[in-house]
């Protein structure tokens, strides 16, 4: 009989007897006919207690994530049960044998280093491993109870229950991978299905929702943003159900020190983190612990988090990133969708302005032309030189159609080359150009902006000569500096408020001897500026432009 040490079969050669053997043969080949470890594991100890005659007794599993050893089944004069947990797997005699991998006898526990006591009346300890997968222990209340026929006729019985175990594992494992293949095919068909639904999306919105519903109901994954890139932030579109805004951010600047919503948009990389809180980045809710963040696209990022340790694996990943794929496709076919429906709507814009040009083009000549044609004939019949007069300006207002014509038939690609301008010189060079007797010129401005100087040109042309057209030849225009930009006024009739927005656009004039294309031009250029324009009322009752958000420069 051996004494605290661990066995060593070859010191001792037990004898067996054989009606204990042929019982004992005959419950172990009942083992291996368990159908759970929990029933091959109280069958076994139950042996154990009844044909080898032990007085208590217990089956451990070794759960290696919780780090402790868990009691399958007991029996026998013990307080002892299933489901409890009292020892950690570095603990105890019981600890000391799961590491050894060997089988020990200790008949004066109370002289072992590693024992730790439960009950002050055990003296001895018989520990076999099962295994890999767990320990079995018998207990005795007096010093020397086990000797080595103990240790066979127990070795000989967990045998089977080892193979046992093995045998359950294995099933148990095939059926979960059964059951898990099962399940990814059930989602992958309910993503395709998704995919299906998003590529019949006619808004972005629609599929933001779809996603995250999918990712809710498909994979179980409740707590998720989707966020998309909007110029300078990432900002969050879509949540799950069950989330509230302190729960997530609603925007992310791009330059967003920590985030990794960030990392994810700006590297194209999926990141499955186990654990936040061993991390540096920003969370919004701090019970946040696993988390998956994956790209979508170049236009925005999706995130599912839980509150539980390493709960996203690889399956995840891939079974997302199919549905990410799905979303970017039906993205990039409504985004193809919208620029057809734009290109489509400017080419029916241009059309119908086209039309509009051709008829106002035909009207606008018609006068010029008749004037031309009569003063030509009166010329030849009287050689008065005025008549020359009436010709010229017939012939400079054509011109000047012509120009407005080119300018607004080059809508959409205005080419815009900006340099330091000084207005105070440019504004001079167009007055002279178009000024008539007894019309002034008041210049209240020093500023330099950035323009493209022959676009700048064409743009106080045409003001000026509207201003001149609409208010007479005493008329007085004003340019001057507004906070962010400058300003053209004059002190004629104005223009109506119910009809400031009517002015520019193309072929509008309330002039006889207008072209109804000067304002639209002007409004054009402003626009390939980047400026806004703003009509309203002089303190005079005229008409007051102004153009603002423009750049100075003191270049």
């Known amino acids: ?226 966020n998309t890139r909007e110029g300078d932030l990432l900002k969050t579109r879509a949540v799950g159900s069950g989330m509230s805004f302190d729960n997530f951010y609603t925007e992310t600047p791009l330059d967003q020190y920590n985030s990794l919503a960030v990392d994810t948009y700006t590297s194209g990389e999926t990141y499955i983190i186990d654990d936040l809180s061993e991390t540096e980045y920003r969370v919004a809710n701090s019970t946040y612990r696993s988390l998956l963040s994956v790209p979508l696209g170049d236009w925005g990022v999706f995130q599912g988090a839980t509150k539980e340790r390493a709960v996203f694996d690889q399956t995840d990943r891939h079974l997302i990133e199919l549905l990410a794929d799905g979303a970017d496709a039906a993205m990039e076919r409504i985004d193809r969708e919208n620029e057809l429906e734009r290109r489509a709507q400017q080419l029916e814009q241009q059309t119908k302005q086209l039309d509009q040009f051709a008829s106002r083009l035909s009207h606008e000549m018609r006068n010029p032309l008749s004037v031309l044609k009569a003063r030509t004939t009166l010329a030849r019949e009287t050689d008065d030189p005025e008549h020359f007069d009436h010709m010229d300006r017939s012939i400079r207002r054509m011109s000047r159609l012509i120009d407005d014509m080119l300018s607004l038939a080059r809508e959409g690609s205005l080419d815009t080359v900006t340099e330091p301008v000084a207005l105070d010189q440019c504004v001079k060079d167009n007055w002279q150009a178009v000024r008539t007797l007894n019309t002034n010129l008041n210049l209240e401005t020093e500023a330099r902006i950035c323009a493209d100087k022959k676009q700048l040109h064409q743009l106080f042309s045409n003001l000026f000569r509207n201003a001149i057209e609409h208010a007479g030849t005493d008329v007085t225009v004003t340019v001057g500096d507004v906070s962010d930009g400058f300003y053209i006024e004059d002190n004629g009739a104005g223009i109506p408020s119910e009809n400031r927005d009517e002015v520019f656009a193309t072929g509008t004039s309330d002039l006889p001897h207008g072209t109804g294309l000067g304002l639209a031009v002007v409004r054009r250029i402003a626009e390939a500026h980047g400026w806004s324009l703003q009509l309203s009322e002089s303190d005079t009752g005229g008409a007051r432009f102004e153009f603002r958000d423009v750049a100075f420069t003191d270049e």
């Not at 605290?4 to 043969?25: A, G």
């Not at 451990?60 to 002892?80: Q, W």
């Open 1 to 226: 009989m051996e004494t605290n040490k661990p066995t060593d079969s070859e010191e001792t050669t037990p004898t067996l007897d054989s009606q204990t053997l042929e019982r004992l043969y005959q419950a172990t080949n009942e083992l291996y006919a368990a159908d759970t470890i929990e029933e091959g594991s109280q069958q076994t100890v139950s042996v154990a207690l009844d044909i080898i005659g032990f007085d208590r007794c217990a089956i451990t599993e070794a759960d290696e994530k919780r780090g402790r050893f868990n009691i399958v089944a007991a029996g026998g004069d013990t307080s002892l049960r299933a489901g409890d947990s009292q020892f950690a797997l570095d603990e105890g005699i019981l600890g000391a044998a799961f590491a050894a991998g060997e089988s020990r006898i200790d008949n004066e526990t109370n002289t072992v280093d590693e024992a730790v006591p439960i009950d002050d009346h055990i003296q001895s300890a018989l520990t076999v491993p099962i295994g890999d997968w767990g320990m079995f222990q018998a207990l005795g209340r007096e010093t020397g109870v086990f000797d080595e026929t103990d240790l066979r006729l127990l070795e000989l019985l967990l045998a089977p229950l080892a193979a046992t175990v093995k045998r359950i594992q294995r099933e148990t494992a095939l059926k979960t991978r059964t059951e898990e293949l099962r399940q990814q095919n059930r989602q992958i068909e309910a993503i395709h299905e998704v995919s299906t639904e998003m590529k019949r999306a006619t808004k972005a919105d629609d599929i933001y929702s779809l996603f995250v519903e999918t990712v809710e109901q498909v994979l179980d994954i409740g707590i998720s943003t989707l």
